[in-house]
């Protein structure tokens, strides 16, 4: 499990955290539910070592064994889209059949395989993000972080990026943390859903979503779950 334990952290002269616990479990697809500034992006960030950790402690996750897809996708403007999956990964795969290999299995789950030759200026809002999930999932590590990856975007093409997002995910299975604002998002995709509330941030509801193995379908009425997860967000 990856587990937070009696964490403080402030920033200026506002406390975020204060003697904070939450517990996570490995393989699955935890969401972090809250309004925006509760401290949503900054527990993500300690728990991968963005921000230091001064107070508590973190166990259960291995320092740069985390991947981190960001709201914007950060690519190089100078690089191809297989360039930017190659300069994360020729690290991991120094031999580059293996790394083209990887490259190449990664871009065809989101849909991207030819659009190898093509850099990011010449990609739509929504092929970049993709790219960005591929690099994510591509990376052999045990940890995935997302911080509102889909914020902004169309109800068409979230639909295409979350379809893009579980093929990856089910075929790597991933630890997968990630904090949104979008109740229908996170219902769609988690397996464990925690709402932050209160000032200091607290975990103030819990729901689990069971899903159907190998589909990521819902074995329950989310009807009743939104309703319940809406109750802590008034």
């Given at each position: 499990?990856?587990?937070?334990?009696d964490?403080?952290?402030?920033?200026?002269?506002?406390?975020?955290?204060?003697?904070?616990?939450?517990?996570?479990?490995?393989?699955?697809?935890?969401?972090i539910?809250?309004?925006?500034?509760?401290?949503?992006?900054?527990?993500?960030?300690?728990?991968?070592?963005?921000?230091?950790l001064?107070?508590?402690?973190?166990?259960?996750?291995?320092?740069?064994?985390?991947s981190?897809?960001?709201?914007?996708?950060r690519?190089?403007?100078?690089?191809?889209?297989?360039?930017?999956?190659?300069?994360?990964?020729?690290?991991?795969?120094?031999?580059?059949?293996?790394?083209?290999?990887?490259?190449?299995?990664?871009?065809?789950?989101?849909?991207?395989?030819?659009?190898?030759?093509?850099?990011?200026?010449?990609?739509?809002?929504?092929?970049?993000?993709?790219?960005?999930?591929?690099?994510?999932?591509?990376?052999?590590?045990?940890?995935?972080?997302?911080?509102?990856?889909?914020?902004?975007?169309?109800?068409?093409?979230?639909?295409?990026?979350?379809?893009?997002?579980?093929?990856?995910?089910?075929?790597?299975?991933?630890?997968?943390?990630?904090?949104?604002?979008?109740?229908?998002?996170?219902l769609?995709l988690?397996?464990?859903?925690?709402?932050?509330?209160?000032?200091?941030?607290?975990?103030?509801?819990?729901?689990?979503?069971?899903?159907?193995?190998?589909?990521?379908?819902?074995?329950?009425?989310?009807?009743?779950?939104?309703?319940?997860?809406?109750?802590?967000?008034?």
């Open positions: 499990m990856i587990s937070l334990t964490i403080s952290f402030s920033h200026a002269d506002r406390v975020i955290f204060e003697d904070f616990n939450l517990t996570l479990n490995h393989h699955e697809i935890s969401g539910l809250g309004p925006s500034g509760i401290g949503k992006t900054t527990l993500i960030n300690l728990m991968a070592g963005i921000l230091p001064k107070k508590g402690t973190l166990q259960g996750i291995v320092k740069g064994d985390l981190y897809i960001f709201q914007d996708p690519l190089l403007p100078s690089e191809t889209v297989y360039g930017n999956m190659a300069f994360v990964l020729k690290r991991h795969y120094p031999d580059p059949k293996a790394c083209r290999e990887v490259i190449l299995r990664n871009l065809t789950l989101v849909g991207l395989e030819e659009s190898l030759d093509r850099f990011p200026d010449e990609l739509s809002g929504g092929m970049k993000q993709r790219l960005s999930i591929a690099r994510a999932f591509a990376t052999p590590s045990h940890v995935l972080f997302m911080d509102e990856p889909f914020k902004g975007l169309d109800p068409g093409l979230k639909t295409q990026l979350t379809a893009a997002f579980k093929r990856s995910y089910q075929a790597t299975r991933k630890t997968v943390v990630f904090v949104t604002h979008d109740l229908d998002e996170v769609a988690s397996d464990r859903v925690m709402v932050l509330g209160s000032r200091p941030a607290r975990v103030v509801a819990t729901e689990i979503i069971p899903r159907e193995a190998g589909s990521l379908q819902p074995l329950v009425d989310l009807g009743k779950i939104k309703a319940s997860l809406l109750s802590h967000m008034i």
